[in-house]
């Protein structure tokens, strides 16, 4: 069985890029979750997805950053026109639609913007 | 005031040790609370959970919930060095978990 797989693993981006972050849930999960760790804090929610819906986005920042589940295809975090503060540890999670409280999480994409 | 609260360490302890973990919380609503294992560079490892107030024992792990005083507990018996990583409690509520700071644990040998 495989788990959550995100990638890359690693992701440099230049001020001004754009960053596209690919998570595929473990299988048969619909649910999935996008958390930000920044060096020295926690993990802090961002969004939470169901497939083709975004249920809850309210850790998002209202710009730059959106986030979607296709019916088909790996859930998608993008970051627009990316800034040095975007750098951070992006961890995506599942869980199946019943049990919401266990969620599994990948290993997560390192943005580091230069 | 941080809906969840705890304390970075890092705990040193040696192998063998009891160690014990704890968090507070602001939020009363809250029902569900969760304990993830960090290994550095890696994502969380979900240990245990536990609903409302209690116990529960799971191995050598132990989660304890008082909801009267918001204080979260995990206790780890016979401490050994694989366990030196970074332990997260996550209160979960609507849809999302809450996560502390994390404690980083080293036991060494």
């Known amino acids: 069985n495989a788990g959550v797989m995100q990638n890359p693993r690693h992701l440099v981006r230049r001020r001004g890029q754009e960053a596209r972050l690919r998570c595929s849930p473990v299988k048969g999960h619909s649910h999935v979750y996008w958390y930000r760790q920044l060096p020295e804090e926690g993990l802090k929610f961002m969004v939470y997805?169901?497939?083709?819906?975004?249920?809850?986005e309210s850790g998002m920042p209202k710009e730059r950053f959106s986030a979607e589940f296709p019916k088909e295809g790996p859930s998608i975090l993008r970051i627009q026109q990316v800034v040095r503060g975007d750098s951070a540890a992006y961890f995506c999670?599942?869980?199946?639609?019943?049990?919401?409280?266990?969620?599994?999480f990948g290993q997560g994409t390192r943005l580091t913007v230069v | 005031q941080k809906e969840v609260e705890q304390d970075p360490g890092p705990l040193s302890v040696p192998e063998g040790a009891i160690v014990s973990l704890n968090c507070t919380y602001s939020n009363s609503a809250f029902q569900y609370f969760m304990w993830y294992r960090q290994y550095s560079r890696k994502g969380p490892e979900l240990l245990m959970y536990t609903y409302s107030s209690g116990n529960k024992e799971d191995g050598r792990f132990t989660a304890q919930v008082d909801k009267s005083s918001k204080y979260i507990s995990l206790f780890i018996r016979d401490s050994q060095p694989s366990d030196s990583a970074t332990y997260l409690c996550?209160?979960?509520?609507?849809?999302?978990?809450?996560f502390g700071t994390g404690t980083r644990l080293q036991v060494f040998p």
């Open positions: 996550a209160p979960y509520h609507t849809d999302k978990l809450i």
């Open positions: 999670a599942s869980s199946p639609p019943v049990v919401n409280t266990e969620a599994f």
């Open positions: 997805l169901q497939k083709e819906n975004i249920i809850d």
